[in-house]
Each structure stands twice: as structure tokens, then as C-alpha cells.
């Protein structure tokens, strides 16, 4: 690899199309002003070196800065370069990166407006970074350890992740897809409006209107400080750990939340809120009485539901491997046959809104806590006519194991599949 030392350049183009080199403590500044110092290079290092003219590193391929400056006239620094690692640098010039590939950043101090914009790939780690726009429509973002003050910053990014980040912004994340954030602060208003698949995970998130308009979004034990008119018009599954000002028409999903004022004045809004001093088995309650679910589970946070109807989807959450052990269920209907699968899912307690004689006894029999609405004698078939077929198929059985044999042999008969 050639070395050069301990130069300055201020000529256009000065190392135009250089291959294999190291260059090491030099300056590329002077009257002569030239830009693209480094334009169509390959496999070329820099250390210790000082950068005042613009656009040095565009269309390059295999670079390595280290201990480098890029001063505010270092404009439009690398632009349109693959395979980029650069540890211990100032990059202190406007849009600074730009439309670049493969790019590892380290230690690093970014005061750049624009910067990021149309990436392809970027892990930083680090790192501290100031200016306006930052990172617009790049994907596959791994930041850790990153702060950031700048408003407009992640719009329109896609598939990406942060850890431990600190971010004090504004309109951030929107229109962001496929995201997930966690252990970080987000200071700023209008968080991710019209995000789609993004996750906050462990986060303190501050600022008037956050998260509005998204789909798929989900927070996981979350803080939101100074936050109101919240999660409006969203598809949202949260868990907050504490009181927010106020919670404003979410367009579906499940809020715990210690307290808040809910705001509904939209009839398409059809989010359920429940506060979390209410245990799981009020929370299975109230999401299956404000929904349009048949099934509902809660156990600490988790929620799983259903519209299928029948022995059905009990039977494929038997079938699924996991574990739900000890959670609440409410249900539109338990008969016997229901009954003896909630046993041998391992239910705490279960909720009917209507529920038979022989599952009330069933239940009672296993120690699962019971409450319902309805008490009958007997489920009724779907055309009125007779008793359900599951229910008759357990009517002379007196366990679990022996019910879920016979429940598998009717599904056989009626040509239910899982």
C-alpha cells in the first residue's frame, strides 16, 4: 500500500482514482480550493488528517478514516461511497453523508444538517450528532449508543434498530416502517405519526401528541412524560407504566395504562384503554365486552384474542406449545367441553358471559377462580335445536384427558381442522 505523509493538497482532484493508499497526516486546504480530493478512489485510508475543502470522498469504495477533521466548509463529504468505516472523526460539514452503502461509524462527532440521507445500511455506535433532517428515507439503521439533537430526524426510514439512544427532536420517526427502539430516551413532539411496525421497548418518550396515526405500532413498559392526546386515530398495543395527560380515539388495540383522560369523540374508535390497577381478569372483561372478539387472555401485559368460535381456538392454543399457565380468560360462551380446555391450558380464572351448569362445576372441580353473566342449563347448538355437539360429546366424561380425547374425535367427525 503506498503511504503519503505529512502533505497538503489543495488541488482539483488532487488523488483522483487512487488505488491502495494510506494517506497520514495531512491537510487538504489552500488558496487553490479544489474539490474531490479523493473522487473514484478504492481501498484507501486516511488517519489524522484535516479536511477543508469540499466533496473529498465521492464514489469511492473501501475507506477507512480514522482521527480525521471535516470542518464546516468540508461540505457534501461522502457522497455515493460503498463499504465506509470511520472512527474519531468530526464531520462537521453540511450533508456530510449522503446516498452511501455499508457504512460503520464510531466515536464520532456529527454537526451536519441533512446528513444520512438515502443510506443503505449504517451502523453507528458512540456517538454524538447534531442537525436538522438526519437519516431521511435510509433503512437498515443499527444505532447504539447514539445522542441526537435536531428536529425532523428518521422520517421515512425502514428496517432498523436502537439501543440505548438518547434523541431530543421533534417529528421523529415518521412514516418510519419496520423500527424497533429500546432502552432510549425520545424527547420531542409529534413522535411517529403514521408509522407502520415500530416498537418501543424499555423507552422514556416525552412531548405533546406522540404516536398518531400509526399501524402496527406496540410500546412494551414504557414511560411517557408531558404526553397528551396520545396514540389518536392509531393501531396500538401499549403498555405505559405511568399516568399520561390524556389518551385521545385510538382506532384499535389495547392500552394499559396507570391513568389518563380518554378522550372519545370519534365512533370509528374503537381502542380499548384499561387502567392497570384493574387486575387481568377485569382487562379480559372489558376488551371482550368493547370488542368483537369471542376469547379473550391476559396474563401480565401479554393479551391473546380471538373471533373464531367454538372449541377451536382453544384447541390450537393447546396445540401451539406455549405456555398459558395462569392467565385470566373471558369468553362469549363456555360449555363443559370449553371448560375442560381451559383446565388443561391451565387457566387462573375464567369469565363467561354465558356459561353451563356442568362447566361452572367443571371449573369449580379444577380450583379455576369462575365468574359469568348467564347461567344455563345446557349450550345450545348454532340452530337452536338441540345441545352442542361438544358439549354432548363430554357429557358423561370426568377429566380433562379423557375430554380432550373425545373433543379431537368430534372435530374429526364435523371436519374441523386446526
Not at 488541488?11 to 487538504?28: I, P, Q, T
Not at 453540511?94 to 461509524?105: F, H, N, P, Y
Not at 441533512?114 to 455506535?125: A, D, H, K, N, Y
Not at 392497570?276 to 372483561?285: G, H, I, P, T, V
Request: contains cysteine.
Amino acid at each position: 500500500m503506498e503511504r503519503i505523509q505529512n502533505q497538503t493538497f489543495d488541488a482539483e482532484r488532487a488523488l483522483y482514482g487512487s488505488r491502495d493508499l494510506w494517506v497520514e497526516n495531512c491537510r487538504f486546504d489552500g488558496p487553490a480550493d479544489g474539490e474531490s480530493a479523493f473522487k473514484e478512489c478504492k481501498d484507501v485510508r486516511v488517519s489524522d488528517s484535516f479536511f477543508n475543502l469540499r466533496y473529498p470522498f465521492w464514489h469511492d469504495t473501501g475507506l477507512l478514516m480514522e482521527n480525521c477533521e471535516l470542518t464546516p466548509l468540508c461540505r457534501a463529504a461522502l457522497w455515493y461511497t460503498e463499504d465506509v468505516t470511520i472512527r474519531n472523526a468530526k464531520l462537521h460539514g453540511i450533508k456530510a453523508l449522503r446516498e452511501c452503502g455499508k457504512v460503520t461509524m464510531e466515536n464520532c462527532d456529527v454537526d451536519s444538517m441533512e446528513f444520512g440521507w438515502f443510506t443503505r445500511g449504517i451502523t453507528m455506535t458512540d456517538c454524538a450528532v447534531k442537525g436538522e433532517y438526519f437519516m431521511l428515507r435510509s433503512y437498515d439503521l443499527v444505532f447504539r449508543n447514539v445522542s441526537l439533537k435536531g428536529k425532523y430526524s428518521f422520517q421515512y426510514i425502514e428496517n432498523s434498530l436502537f439501543e440505548n439512544c438518547d434523541f431530543d427532536t421533534k417529528d421523529a420517526f415518521w412514516h418510519a416502517k419496520n423500527v424497533t427502539v429500546r432502552n432510549s430516551r425520545i424527547k420531542g413532539e409529534y413522535l411517529a405519526w403514521y408509522c407502520e411496525n415500530v416498537t418501543f421497548e424499555n423507552c422514556v418518550i416525552s412531548g405533546t401528541q406522540p404516536l398518531c396515526y400509526c399501524k402496527g405500532l406496540k410500546l412494551v413498559n414504557c414511560r411517557m412524560e408531558n404526553a397528551d392526546l396520545c396514540f389518536e386515530k392509531s393501531q396500538v398495543e401499549a403498555t405505559v407504566t405511568n399516568e399520561v395527560v390524556s389518551i385521545k380515539n385510538p382506532r384499535t388495540g389495547f392500552i394499559t395504562v396507570p391513568g389518563a383522560e380518554l378522550i372519545y369523540d370519534d365512533p370509528d374508535a374503537k381502542g380499548v384503554v384499561v387502567f392497570s390497577k384493574n387486575c387481568d381478569e377485569e382487562k379480559a372483561r372489558t376488551i371482550l365486552a368493547s370488542q368483537d372478539y369471542t376469547c379473550v387472555l391476559c396474563r401480565d401485559g401479554q393479551i391473546h384474542t380471538t373471533t373464531l368460535r367454538g372449541v377451536k381456538p382453544l384447541v390450537s392454543w393447546l396445540e401451539s406449545g406455549m405456555d398459558f399457565s395462569g392467565f385470566r380468560a373471558a369468553d362469549k360462551v363456555v360449555g363443559k367441553a370449553t371448560a375442560y380446555l381451559y383446565q388443561l391450558l391451565g387457566a387462573h380464572s375464567v369469565h363467561g358471559q354465558v356459561m353451563s351448569e356442568s362447566a361452572l362445576a367443571v371449573l369449580n372441580q379444577a380450583g379455576i377462580a369462575v365468574t359469568y353473566e348467564k347461567l344455563v342449563p345446557n349450550i345450545i347448538n348454532r340452530k337452536g335445536d338441540g345441545i352442542c355437539p361438544f358439549e354432548e360429546a363430554v357429557l358423561e366424561i370426568h377429566t380433562p384427558e379423557e375430554a380432550k380425547t373425545a373433543i379431537y374425535r368430534k372435530m374429526t367427525e364435523m371436519g374441523i381442522t386446526i
